[in-house]
């Protein structure tokens, strides 16, 4: 195993303890580590890999990662446009959030969404940064993920205190806008970790987490080295996961040395924005050093609460209608959406304090919040009027610049991270042709999320777009092997009755609520390593007298199995 700094070997129970080596922690200190998920190198590494394994979404092209990525201050960099409650696009209550899995079945099946179609989902909320996480007892906007775990599986109380990075990590895997199909298990996700490849997608892995890989152990094996026996659980998927994000502590920004006796780690003029930050900005009652969130709830009237009540749904409490927890300061000036919705535009609309998304959040502080309050706005909030241009502007560079670690926006160790498929806009697929028409002059569509992994069980291919109740057939066409090794591997296949021609056994397309048909087939359950490397060319055909041909055609997708 490759070793590593200090902060990331030290196993302890209960807190975590600051060694001499880590002294440039600083004022912001480590988080503390509960008595029941103690740090070890074997659970950080452990943690590391399921964080950013996309394999670990039952769609093959999301992880953890995905939505919390460094270099975006631990938020995600990708802009999901959710309609809102109305369910209209570019309407004043769109959101600002993540990309997500497509809509599917029980049986991982594609199936149309009301809002977006066969499109990924987009996540009702905007994604928070995950790397003060661990300073939380409370975690989501809403303050969902409480300090006392719960075991999702068995309902056991598995940490009374301190572990809200637990709750948090157990929720995404199992939802279906985020990383889930509809009705999956911890079963499935057990299974399936059970027959993949660690990292099998990702490229340009981090020194350690490669030092792991080229042993050539699986999950099983890795939790073995983690907890003792190769079981995989719910339970343990969330410690690992939590552990890892308990080393990710951002205490090198030029604040932190600043505080640390180095008077030029800061400019004049961020001395100046922290100190109105500090003063005559009120900033510092919600947003105080070190963490520079105070882990509270606030309604800023950004938009109405019936459209979002936030913490009320977790209490209940009308008094907590519309509040949203405060989001910590640190690394926010990698970030371009702000507050619960993104911040879908200006607020009041007054000049923004040098431009773009951060520059609106300036503006609604300068008017003392929303208009949207509806009698519950924090009292906290008052109109900046004392505090002239040149002051703000000093106050954005101190946030923007002053409190950013540079190891976060270079995505250094402990921030370092693979390249994800999902960033790889052309690497093992390609689409060509232009495809034959059929009904209503409609091409059918291919829909192809990652190209295929030789035991991953949930690759599949998609078709939508095409004549309902019709037949469709699948033609699966090797172009670096013979015909029978790759085709029989990936799934069952007969003789095509249209063309005589080796295809995957035909589906009959179901019909969305536009009258159009789909359909999913899906690859073999059973690992096949001869596969890798290999190209095939992919293409439905679909029966449809409309059709000039008699069949309606998509365009090929050509995929190389990893």
């Given at each position: 195993?490759?070793?590593?700094?200090?902060?990331?070997?030290?196993?302890?129970?209960?807190?975590?303890v600051?060694?001499?080596?880590?002294?440039?922690?600083?004022?912001?200190?480590?988080?503390?580590?509960?008595?029941?998920?103690?740090?070890?190198?074997?659970?950080?590494?452990l943690?590391?890999?399921?964080?950013?394994?996309?394999?670990?979404?039952?769609?093959?092209?999301?992880?953890?990662?995905?939505?919390?990525?460094?270099e975006?201050?631990?938020?995600?960099?990708?802009?999901?446009?959710?309609?809102?409650?109305?369910?209209?696009?570019?309407?004043?209550?769109?959101?600002?959030?993540?990309?997500?899995?497509?809509?599917?079945?029980?049986?991982?099946?594609?199936?149309?969404?009301?809002?977006?179609?066969?499109?990924?989902?987009?996540?009702?909320?905007?994604?928070?940064?995950?790397?003060?996480?661990?300073?939380?007892?409370?975690?989501?906007?809403?303050?969902?993920?409480?300090?006392?775990?719960?075991?999702?599986?068995?309902?056991?109380?598995?940490?009374?205190?301190?572990?809200?990075?637990?709750?948090?990590?157990?929720?995404?895997?199992?939802?279906?806008?985020?990383?889930?199909?509809?009705?999956?298990t911890?079963?499935?996700?057990?299974e399936?970790?059970?027959?993949?490849?660690?990292?099998?997608?990702?490229?340009?892995?981090?020194?350690?987490?490669?030092?792991?890989?080229?042993?050539?152990?699986?999950?099983?094996?890795?939790?073995?080295?983690?907890?003792?026996?190769?079981?995989?659980?719910?339970?343990?998927?969330?410690?690992?996961?939590?552990t890892?994000?308990?080393?990710?502590?951002?205490?090198?920004?030029?604040f932190?040395?600043?505080?640390?006796?180095?008077?030029?780690?800061?400019?004049?003029a961020?001395?100046?924005?922290?100190?109105?930050?500090?003063?005559?900005?009120?900033?510092?009652?919600?947003?105080?050093?070190?963490?520079?969130?105070?882990?509270?709830?606030?309604?800023?009237?950004?938009?109405?609460?019936?459209?979002?009540?936030?913490?009320?749904?977790?209490t209940?409490?009308?008094?907590?209608r519309?509040?949203?927890?405060?989001?910590?300061?640190?690394?926010?000036?990698?970030?371009?959406?702000?507050?619960?919705?993104?911040?879908?535009?200006?607020?009041?609309?007054p000049?923004?304090?040098?431009?773009?998304?951060?520059?609106?959040?300036?503006?609604?502080?300068?008017?003392?919040?929303?208009?949207?309050?509806?009698?519950?706005?924090?009292?906290?909030?008052?109109?900046?009027?004392?505090?002239?241009p040149?002051?703000?502007?000093?106050?954005r560079?101190?946030?923007?610049?002053?409190?950013?670690?540079?190891?976060?926006?270079?995505?250094?160790?402990?921030?370092?991270?693979?390249?994800?498929?999902?960033?790889?806009?052309?690497?093992?697929?390609?689409?060509?042709?232009?495809?034959?028409?059929?009904?209503?002059?409609?091409?059918?569509?291919?829909?192809?999320?990652?190209?295929?992994?030789?035991?991953?069980?949930?690759?599949?291919?998609?078709?939508?777009?095409?004549?309902a109740?019709?037949?469709?057939?699948?033609?699966?066409?090797?172009?670096?092997?013979?015909?029978?090794?790759?085709?029989?591997?990936?799934?069952?296949?007969?003789?095509?009755?249209?063309?005589?021609?080796?295809?995957?056994?035909?589906?009959?397309?179901?019909?969305?609520?536009?009258?159009?048909?789909?359909?999913?087939?899906?690859?073999?359950?059973?690992?096949?390593?001869?596969?890798?490397?290999?190209?095939?060319?992919?293409?439905?055909?679909?029966?449809?007298?409309?059709?000039?041909?008699?069949?309606?055609?998509?365009?090929?997708?050509?995929?190389?199995?990893?």
């Open positions: 195993m490759l070793k590593i700094t200090p902060l990331a070997l030290l196993a302890l129970t209960g807190s975590l600051i060694p001499s080596s880590a002294a440039q922690g600083g004022p912001l200190g480590l988080p503390p580590f509960p008595a029941e998920n103690p740090l070890t190198e074997e659970k950080r590494i943690g590391k890999l399921l964080f950013w394994e996309e394999q670990l979404s039952s769609s093959n092209n999301v992880s953890c990662g995905t939505c919390h990525i460094p975006s201050g631990g938020a995600d960099p990708r802009t999901g446009r959710h309609p809102g409650p109305d369910g209209i696009n570019g309407s004043p209550d769109d959101i600002l959030g993540s990309l997500g899995v497509r809509s599917s079945d029980e049986l991982n099946d594609f199936e149309p969404h009301d809002n977006f179609d066969f499109a990924a989902q987009v996540t009702a909320r905007v994604s928070q940064s995950n790397l003060l996480a661990a300073y939380d007892s409370e975690l989501f906007w809403d303050g969902r993920a409480a300090t006392r775990f719960i075991d999702p599986e068995n309902g056991e109380i598995v940490i009374l205190v301190g572990g809200a990075l637990e709750s948090q990590a157990v929720e995404p895997i199992l939802s279906t806008t985020e990383m889930a199909h509809e009705g999956r911890w079963d499935d996700v057990r399936k970790l059970t027959l993949v490849r660690p990292m099998a997608l990702a490229t340009d892995l981090p020194r350690d987490m490669a030092a792991v890989i080229s042993q050539g152990e699986g999950y099983p094996e890795l939790f073995q080295r983690a907890f003792g026996d190769s079981t995989i659980t719910a339970r343990r998927i969330a410690f690992a996961l939590a890892y994000q308990r080393t990710l502590v951002p205490d090198q920004t030029p932190d040395l600043f505080q640390q006796g180095q008077q030029d780690a800061m400019t004049n961020q001395i100046q924005g922290m100190n109105t930050f500090n003063g005559a900005a009120r900033c510092d009652l919600c947003h105080p050093a070190p963490v520079f969130s105070d882990g509270l709830f606030h309604n800023l009237g950004i938009r109405p609460h019936q459209e979002d009540v936030g913490r009320r749904e977790v209940g409490l009308f008094a907590d519309g509040k949203f927890k405060t989001p910590s300061l640190r690394n926010v000036g990698l970030r371009d959406r702000f507050f619960h919705n993104g911040l879908n535009g200006d607020v009041n609309n000049p923004p304090i040098g431009g773009g998304p951060l520059g609106e959040v300036f503006s609604l502080y300068i008017n003392g919040g929303g208009p949207f309050g509806a009698g519950n706005l924090d009292p906290l909030l008052l109109p900046i009027g004392n505090v002239g040149g002051q703000l502007a000093n106050v560079d101190f946030i923007e610049n002053a409190l950013t670690d540079p190891r976060v926006e270079a995505a250094e160790f402990p921030f370092d991270r693979p390249r994800l498929y999902s960033e790889r806009t052309v690497d093992g697929i390609e689409f060509y042709g232009s495809g034959e028409p059929g009904s209503g002059g409609e091409v059918p569509e291919i829909l192809v999320e990652v190209t295929p992994t030789a035991d991953n069980p949930d690759f599949r291919i998609g078709v939508t777009n095409a004549l109740g019709a037949p469709a057939y699948l033609f699966i066409i090797p172009t670096t092997a013979p015909m029978a090794g790759p085709i029989t591997s990936m799934g069952h296949v007969t003789a095509s009755p249209i063309t005589g021609r080796v295809t995957a056994n035909p589906i009959t397309l179901s019909v969305d609520g536009a009258g159009a048909g789909y359909g999913t087939w899906h690859g073999t359950r059973r690992p096949d390593p001869a596969m890798i490397g290999r190209v095939v060319d992919m293409q439905w055909w679909v029966v449809d007298p409309s059709s000039s041909s008699g069949i309606a055609k998509s365009r090929f997708a050509r995929l190389t199995i990893f």
